[in-house]
């Protein structure tokens, strides 16, 4: 599920505090399955917890819906794509990439909007979250970036109120304690 190793043992039942909305939103998320709303954005400063409660979803929806996703951090996956287009040492295609994705049944993009901005950049990621949003298959990202700063055509998917949940996760940074 390439879930990193400092969040392993991440589970929404963990997130605290346990009655605050990011909690509520993701117990929601993962115990009917599929869920009604397949696209959850979770939103706030760095060190509030999105990435914990996404990697919580993810081990939750393998262990009461033996369903398998896959975490990635947006450089990483925009990585990926980019050794694709290496012709000497590349080991898969755009289209194996994009084929593998497809197949799970639940995709974490993590950090959106960390990555340096292109518009091949933009494109890729742009197509990834348009799939998911018109085959209405679930889809958790986080970003640090509020909502109005996301690219239109990507805000406009994510904040469909038919099948998206916007979270604003806030709080102290957890990473100091601060």
């Keep these: 599920?390439?879930?990193?190793?400092?969040?392993?043992?991440?589970?929404?039942s963990t997130w605290l505090p346990d009655n605050g909305r990011p909690r509520l939103a993701a117990q929601t998320y993962v115990v009917c399955w599929p869920p009604e709303k397949p696209l959850l954005l979770l939103s706030g400063t760095k060190g509030v917890g999105k990435t914990h409660l996404a990697c919580g979803i993810l081990h939750e929806v393998f262990e009461r819906h033996g369903q398998r996703g896959q975490?990635?951090?947006?450089?990483?996956?925009?990585?990926?794509?980019?050794a694709t287009y290496d012709e000497d040492r590349a080991t898969e295609t755009v289209e194996a990439v994009d084929a593998q994705l497809r197949q799970l049944a639940v995709l974490i993009l993590d950090?959106?909007?960390?990555?340096?901005?292109?518009?091949?950049?933009?494109?890729?990621?742009?197509?990834?979250?348009?799939?998911?949003?018109?085959?209405?298959?679930?889809?958790?990202?986080?970003?640090?970036?509020g909502l109005l700063e996301l690219p239109d055509r990507v805000k406009s998917r994510l904040s469909d109120g038919s099948c998206s949940t916007?979270?604003?996760?806030?709080?102290?940074?957890?990473?100091?304690g601060a």
């Design 71 to 82: 975490f990635w951090p947006v450089v990483d996956l925009l990585d990926r794509y980019r």
């Design 166 to 176: 916007l979270v604003q996760v806030s709080g102290p940074d957890r990473r100091t």
């Design 1 to 12: 599920m390439r879930i990193p190793a400092k969040f392993r043992e991440a589970r929404i």
């Design 111 to 145: 950090d959106f909007g960390a990555h340096k901005s292109s518009e091949w950049a933009e494109e890729r990621l742009f197509r990834l979250i348009d799939e998911r949003y018109r085959d209405l298959r679930p889809l958790v990202v986080t970003t640090n970036a």
